[in-house]
């Protein structure tokens, strides 16, 4: 066991740093232990586990990653609403769960398994039978049920080859399955996360199909709510619209952060897997004032 080092003080020098994946407290394959197993064959020596609306595999995470001398960063992706988009919010939570975040967290619940019902009513129109037990199924444990659950019992069922094909046809933006009536507004999921003492980091903005002015707008919206950081990179993506983007945040002094968006294993992604980083003037969020704390600990 290696104690990790100091966080670099740019993003270029991010290597084995990750701050979003998943695990089975929500959509993930692997259960928490396992998916920190993995960080550490991969050289990941700074994590964040980013489970849909939920820190319950934070605990079990933290223990595992103690073990294997790799620092856990407790977080949340929080589901909201702006413009009728579906927006994703990363919470990094350095003191943890604190405040309106705890009822946040307890609203969302609620609001995935009303939303799971509305998806599966949606999709047994498509031909899906007994949608919500399929997707349960899928899921395998009691926790709220996601798009990805239908997804993988719409390819079971034989409706669709495969899961790619289940979002573009009827779980993806604007499709008949992506129900966002459930989550609430943008501004309020950053308001939890602030009064947490967390960081609020826009969720991967380039997979929102938005064209730049309106990506700007986004941008502009979420600093005004007290969001403070956007991830610069989330898997991969194109380097000049990487670059684009680093320019949209510096001009709103906001920080960057960066995640694989990692699910499961055997796909192209894979935890501290991600394009590279462009020459940019954005600070990582890890040197924002409430990261201190977490970020000393490394020293």
């Known amino acids: 066991m290696t104690a990790p080092s100091a966080l670099p003080a740019s993003l270029a020098e991010s290597q084995g740093i990750d701050f979003h994946m998943h695990s089975t407290a929500s959509d993930g394959a692997l259960s928490p232990d396992e998916l920190v197993a993995l960080c550490h064959r991969k050289g990941v020596n700074c994590m964040a586990l980013t489970d849909h609306d939920t820190v319950a595999g934070v605990e079990a995470a933290a223990k595992a990653a103690a073990a294997l001398g790799i620092r856990l960063l407790p977080a949340t992706e929080l589901s909201s609403q702006w413009r009728g988009v579906n927006i994703h919010v990363v919470g990094l939570l350095p003191v943890g769960v604190r405040g309106s975040l705890a009822s946040g967290l307890e609203f969302q619940a609620r609001a995935r398994e009303a939303r799971a019902e509305d998806i599966a ?179």
């Open 121 to 299: 009513a949606r999709l047994e129109k498509l031909g899906l039978a007994d949608a919500l037990t399929r997707a349960r199924e899928q899921a395998g444990e009691l926790r709220p049920l996601g798009r990805p659950d239908f997804a993988r019992a719409m390819v079971a069922a034989g409706l669709v080859p495969d899961i790619a094909t289940a979002f573009k046809k009827h779980l993806g933006s604007g499709k008949p399955g992506d129900v966002k009536a459930h989550w609430p507004y943008l501004s309020e999921v950053v308001e939890w996360i602030v009064a947490s003492g967390g960081v609020a980091v826009l969720a991967h903005p380039l997979r929102y199909g938005m064209t730049r002015r309106k990506r700007g707008l986004l941008l502009d919206a979420f600093r005004e709510a007290g969001g403070e950081a956007a991830e610069l990179v989330s898997g991969f993506q194109n380097p000049d619209v990487t670059r684009d983007l680093a320019r949209q945040l510096d001009e709103r002094g906001l920080y960057g952060s960066l995640g694989s968006d990692f699910h499961f294993p055997g796909g192209p992604l894979a935890p501290g897997t991600m394009s590279p980083i462009p020459r940019t003037a954005v600070a990582p969020v890890w040197t924002h004032p409430r990261m201190v704390t977490f970020a000393a600990s490394l020293d």
